[in-house]
């Protein structure tokens, strides 16, 4: 039995043409050789004019990178030709708090995706990196009183290196994977945010980033430190042109929520389908904290991504939510790491895939709970929807328990939505095309309600609105 | 290459009850409409992987039962894989594991559907009961799948004996390793009543001594 025809045009649809392809002609201000050395390395640190520790740092990491071999696991990475990317490319002079300062064509490739209205509708506060550097960022003066940094990373290590001596590194270490290394070596650009004692931020912050050139390499670096007590929401969006050779993003995402913060981190990852997205994400979670992944994954060629929650407190929680569409030659290698370090700490994942004209989508998780973290709670369900014969799902969920006092539980299940619910909902009086549209809408619901309200209308919406339209 | 130990072949249209006490190498196959009900009780660990290997032709049918019962520092390592290379397959496997002292289980199982194995159905389960803070279990129940026409599930679930059923019983006047006896009991035969034959079954139970 298979996935209704319906429900196929219905995915093909909302996940169909990739809409942000275009491409601008931007004078770039800085564009370093392509050639990965020591060179290269410490030209970036002095473009940016970095302490001295970190061109270290970066030195170090690359002799890391050079030792360490490619993952033998997850999809093909042996099409990344590391000596013919571009490591880093300055698009503009500097950051700029101010949009009509941008360079034009930037502006005009940010404002064609839709990113300063949404700052104008629903944001606290903004950010946007084009290439290898942030070119826009600006915060709502209200937070900025309160004393919350929103900033980019480069900015922030030369006006705030306090924070970074103490986390920068300490969360994602650079001798981690090959890619963390790459990224400590290269990195450029990236968000930074303190939230103080106590601060809640209600609206979310958003970065938005943009790769340009061809055979570009993105490697962010994003450092997020919520203090005691405190609240924050960030988002993240990604798109690119489409082009016949290969890009590489390669991000290092690292969190401390405090005791009793709480962070929530949206991915909206929708990369043109040549990009390798190879992304470490971790937090580290103490007393009473909570954190919660929302990583959505539509585009990209092969995205290998697992944000890990450290759950180092008592009481903390954690949380990953994930929704994977994997269409022609993609692979969406994507999943969760949870590690239960103290007693009385909780975690849920939920993870939901789709693949499709011989896509291929994997869950590959991990719960470890350590020696005496006693009395945890940790649940796991992935489903995955495949919808036709040339397409592949695969589950790999690792559990390695350490401690008596635990509850785990995993669930999985692959499943061809289709006949059987189609006629249980139309035998009650809904109509063909409203009924796959409701199990659609119900397999992707979990994870869109955690998105932000004026993303989950959008989302939903187009599942309607393409609905009503591909049914003839 | 690892040396297979044991090569079992259920023949075209045959029924068989096995069951295996020693945790070996093992490579079974199933012919057409065979069907096949395996139990394996183990008591006693492995200093390597062990690999179970079931390859499942058109219509036959598997039901797998492991049962581990972990003391001292046993180590259990295995894994298990369905091969489900024919069409209309279904294979159940189902692990329990009960792990005192410092025992030890590393557990992978697979689910493989390749394009030929259409309208198989397939399903993983390993539960786990931990009697002992110095016991350990990882587990990775796995699944591939090339085909839409399949339902596959998996699940996993740890944790140890229930308090609120311990104190059930318990209020009701047993004592507390009584109550651990009757829940433990339960434990591991809500899976055998799934078997038919009675003597099969009968078999089983006493092997187990529960």
Not at chain 2, 139 to 167: C, Q, R, W, Y
Request: aromatic letters at 10%; proline letters at 2%.
């Amino acid at each position: 039995m298979t996935v209704s025809r319906h429900t196929k045009r219905l995915i093909n649809t909302t996940f169909g043409d990739y809409k942000f392809g275009f491409k601008s002609a931007v004078n770039n201000y800085f564009v370093s050789h392509k050639h990965l050395d020591d060179t290269l390395v410490k030209e970036i640190s002095d473009q940016k004019k970095e302490p001295s520790w970190m061109t270290d740092f970066r030195l170090k990491s690359l002799d890391i990178f050079n030792r360490k071999s490619l993952p033998a696991w997850g999809g093909n990475l042996s099409r990344i030709n590391f000596n013919t990317l571009h490591y880093y490319i300055k698009p503009q002079d500097s950051t700029k708090t101010v949009w009509n300062k941008v360079d034009p064509n930037i502006k005009e490739a940010f404002d064609t995706l839709g990113i300063r209205e949404a700052e104008k509708e629903f944001l606290g506060g903004l950010g946007a990196q084009f290439d290898s550097e942030v070119v826009y960022k600006s915060v709502q003066d209200a937070l900025k009183e309160k004393g919350v940094i929103f900033d980019s990373t480069d900015n922030a290590l030369r006006e705030h290196p306090e924070f970074f001596k103490e986390y920068f590194g300490k969360i994602v270490p650079a001798n981690d994977n090959k890619f963390a290394a790459l990224n400590s070596a290269v990195w450029s650009g990236g968000t930074f945010i303190y939230v103080p004692k106590g601060v809640h931020i209600d609206l979310p912050l958003q970065s938005y980033f943009r790769m340009n050139t061809e055979n570009m390499g993105q490697f962010e670096r994003t450092l997020i430190i919520a203090d005691e007590g405190s609240s924050v929401h960030y988002i993240e969006g990604c798109t690119a042109p489409i082009y016949s050779s290969n890009s590489l993003h390669a991000a290092v995402v690292e969190i401390v929520a405090k005791k009793n913060a709480k962070v929530k981190y949206t991915t909206l990852q929708d990369w043109a389908h040549n990009i390798y997205n190879l992304v470490t994400k971790r937090a580290f979670v103490y007393e009473n904290g909570e954190m919660i992944w929302v990583d959505c994954n539509m585009g990209s060629q092969l995205t290998m991504k697992y944000p890990a929650i450290y759950l180092l407190g008592e009481g903390a929680k954690g949380e990953v939510h994930s929704l994977a569409v994997a269409s022609k030659n993609q692979h969406q290698d994507a999943g969760a790491k949870i590690i239960h370090g103290a007693p009385n700490t909780s975690s849920l994942v939920s993870s939901k895939s789709i693949s499709k004209e011989g896509g291929r989508s994997s869950y590959r998780g991990l719960v470890k709970v350590n020696k005496g973290a006693k009395n945890i709670k940790s649940k796991i369900s992935c489903d995955a929807l495949i919808l036709d014969d040339i397409s592949r799902s695969d589950t790999y969920p690792l559990m390695k328990i350490d401690e008596e006092n635990v509850l785990v539980a995993h669930e999985a299940k692959v499943s061809k939505i289709g006949e059987e619910e189609l006629f249980y909902l139309m035998s009650r009086g809904i109509s063909e095309q409203e009924a796959s549209s409701m199990i659609v809408n119900g397999f992707a619901e979990p994870i869109i309600k955690h998105l932000p309200m004026e993303y989950a209308i959008e989302l939903n919406r187009l599942l309607e609105l393409e609905m009503t339209g591909a049914v003839g | 290459m690892q040396k297979l130990q044991s090569n079992i072949t259920v023949k075209e249209n045959f029924k068989k009850n096995i069951i295996i006490n020693t945790l070996d190498n093992t490579d079974i196959y199933l012919s057409k409409n065979s069907e096949l009900n395996i139990v394996g009780i183990f008591k006693k660990g492995a200093n390597n992987t062990k690999n179970f290997n079931f390859y499942l032709e058109n219509n036959s049918k598997l039901n797998i039962l492991i049962i581990i019962l972990g003391t001292k520092n046993n180590k259990f390592t295995f894994t298990t894989t369905s091969h489900h290379i024919g069409k209309n397959t279904t294979s159940i496997c189902t692990i329990k594991s009960v792990m005192f002292d410092e025992s030890t289980v590393d557990y992978k199982g697979n689910i493989k559907i390749p394009k030929t194995g259409e309208n198989s159905n397939s399903h993983l389960i390993h539960k786990s009961l931990l009697f002992s803070n110095k016991a350990s279990i990882n587990t990775l129940p796995s699944l591939e799948i090339e085909n839409d026409k399949v339902k596959a599930g998996h699940s996993a679930s740890i944790g140890k004996l229930d308090e609120d059923m311990m104190f059930y019983l318990q209020n009701r006047g047993l004592d507390t390793s009584s109550a651990k006896n009757l829940l433990l009991k339960g434990f591991l035969e809500e899976d055998i009543e799934n078997f038919e034959t009675k003597d099969f079954l009968h078999l089983i139970k006493k092997q187990l001594i529960i």
